[in-house]
């Protein structure tokens, strides 16, 4: 994670294209551009579901993506709200073309595993 965090390579849109018919004269269609995550991206998205950390909820109707964006006050926020802001991103991303990378971008991401890894390292063993 700190690796990923450092080089900032996210991944890069692809698409884009006209494509044109067989004889070349007229535009056929647009190839819609969209977006190609890094492979450390696509195993961080994998450990995720990997983990069962998906959890099903009503993430477009949720507060948290305002209330923690860009990781603020994310670092004193439950845990839960960590792991449903995740769940909010990665599903945001099926509807905004490249949204993981947005969020990687501005650290909400970041800000997002760092809380969860925070809650492992210091708190778990309290319950």
Do not use: C
């Amino acid at each position: 994670m700190e690796e990923l965090a450092r080089t900032r390579e996210f991944g890069q849109w692809a698409g884009g294209r006209l494509e044109r018919t067989e004889d070349g004269d007229e535009p056929q269609s647009i190839q819609m551009p969209y977006f190609v995550y890094s492979e450390d991206v696509l195993e961080l998205i994998q450990a995720f579901y990997s983990l069962g950390a998906a959890v099903p909820f009503a993430w477009a109707k949720w507060h948290g993506v305002k209330t923690y964006a860009r990781g603020r006050s994310l670092e004193s926020a439950p845990v839960a709200d960590a792991v449903r802001l995740l769940n909010a991103i990665l599903r945001w991303d099926r509807f905004f073309e490249g949204g993981i990378s947005l969020m990687l971008e501005n650290g909400t991401f970041f800000a997002a595993l760092a809380r969860i890894r925070s809650w492992y390292d210091h708190e778990r063993a309290l319950l």
